[in-house]
């Protein structure tokens, strides 16, 4: 079983679609895998607590850290920078974070912890429409 | 084929838990994929060197240099500090670092490499107790 | 369906093996699931942009500033240092980066988007030949 969830963004950050994946297993009522796999190389999936919203704003502020701009100053050593000063951090960082996700299902239910959800980290600053695929077996 | 490993932990560090996986694997005698997926959003699933336990100290001094406690002095910008200085750094590390591991299985033996191990990453200071979903198929 | 491929690489950066992998599941023609998984702690798979060469090159360079060679002055606290000054680093790098990557199938064909390639990213300076194990169900 598969589709294709589409995820609009609006710049960098975090963006739940935990949701719309609970929706399509719903029906199936069966234990399998879930796997999400993002068909991007500048933004990246990953699982992370869906309670405090700090917790989305701080990991954003340290990445943004960990990899700056590349007209920082400490960046300078880069080549692909003509599709903007935020695509290869948004590369760098595709490789550091998950690019697919695979969750154990239960009765048609991902067995998340309580406070886990599935997010889209978009890592460019332009609003995009990202594909996600997502299989069940 | 599903179960749910516990992994308890006594601080920061990695907790390899390799023979916990073939034992529940080794009755099955079949080919397939093996899943673990941590329930949790402050630590990670890793694969890693189980020879000189130097390298899973060094692993762990390098990531707390990486990311520091909430309480140093380049970290003043986090603002989900109430769980404990070493909270939001895990939430940083769980994003850096597996969620899930999938790992290809031969006659119920996960093909891991010679010196590979599977490990829990606590990324929290207090004592834990783990949930890791397993899935085979 | 399970298979081994082997990557030989030259020193450290990015080994693209999309075509081996679009050719072993050509003849398989049916939905499903494709995982690959590198047995090896030095080493790890990931997914990156094939168009520009550059993005490989920058790729390289920030993740040799960010963990830097065991005999450079910020790594003086590393003691897994007896197997080359760039092992230890190498770990590191396999723990921040997938050890397997799971990709939903389409008739045969891996639903990587338009610029997704599948990457080796070798993390020692020498040569080495590198065991891919492939699953697909």
Known sequence: MQTELTIRTRGQGLYEFTPEVRDWLAPVEKDG????????????????ENADPDVQTDLQAFYSRLVPSSDHPSMTYLRHTYEGVDDMPAHIKAVMMPVSLSIPVRNGKPVLGTWQGIFLFEHRAAPHSRKVAAHFA
Do not use: A, G, P, W
Not at 38 to 44: D, P
């Open 33 to 48: 895998l879930l796997t999400v796999f993002v068909r991007h190389t500048s933004c990246s999936l990953v699982i992370q």
